[in-house]
């Protein structure tokens, strides 16, 4: 089934096997729901929940999401081009394996997420995030600017920093993850 330029509010989303081209949903809970094969275009999400749903290998395209929550979502080998979040809450988030083409998250809380092995990075961006103990293992940081970003503890492999751009106080905070002590 299909639905187009159709808007959505106050609900509880259930359904399954649906295309939703150009529509909007506002203050619609996903929570809990297995969206694996449902598929969304060039559509906007505000005040959404997602938390707990199930987008495993799932595909957005040209998607907005603002202000919405996405704790401990499993969006493991996705695949997002052209898509958006906006002060969203993504803690504990599973983007593992996925394709990010053209992804912009601002003012994002991703806490805890993992990023583990993505599997093609284009033009992600990460603006005044939060990645706090986020996971990046496996994951090439190549260009990627993380300088207006929390990331304290965050994980990753000492090969994949190289070409990471971050601030001085970011460098030497990474540097424990080198195994360096620094001397004043």
């Known amino acids: 089934m299909k639905c187009r330029n159709e808007t959505f509010e106050k609900m509880i989303f259930e359904e399954t096997d649906y295309e939703y081209i150009q529509c909007i949903f506002k203050n619609v809970d996903f929570s809990k729901c297995d969206l694996s094969n449902v598929y969304f275009e060039g559509c906007k999400f505000i005040n959404c929940d997602f938390s707990n749903s199930v987008y495993s290998k799932f595909i957005s ?7 919405s929550k996405f704790i401990g979502i ?11 979040f ?3 809450t993504l803690k504990y988030c599973n983007l593992s394996e996925s394709i990010l083409n053209k992804v912009i998250f601002n003012d994002c809380d991703m806490s805890e997420s993992n990023l583990i092995h993505l599997r093609k ?4 961006v990460f603006d005044n995030c939060k990645l706090i103990r986020a996971d990046f293992s496996e994951t090439k940081l190549e260009k990627m600017d993380l300088s207006t970003c929390d990331i304290s503890g965050i ?8 070409g990471l751009i971050v601030t001085s106080y970011q460098a030497i905070a990474l540097s424990t993850i080198l195994g360096l002590k620094i001397k004043d």
């Open 61 to 67: 395209k040209s998607n907005e999401y603002i202000n």
């Open 74 to 84: 499993n969006m493991m080998e996705s695949h997002l081009e052209n898509v958006s």
């Open 86 to 88: 906006k002060e969203c």
């Open 121 to 124: 990075i284009n033009k992600l």
């Open 155 to 162: 994980r990753v492999n000492i090969e994949d920093l190289r």
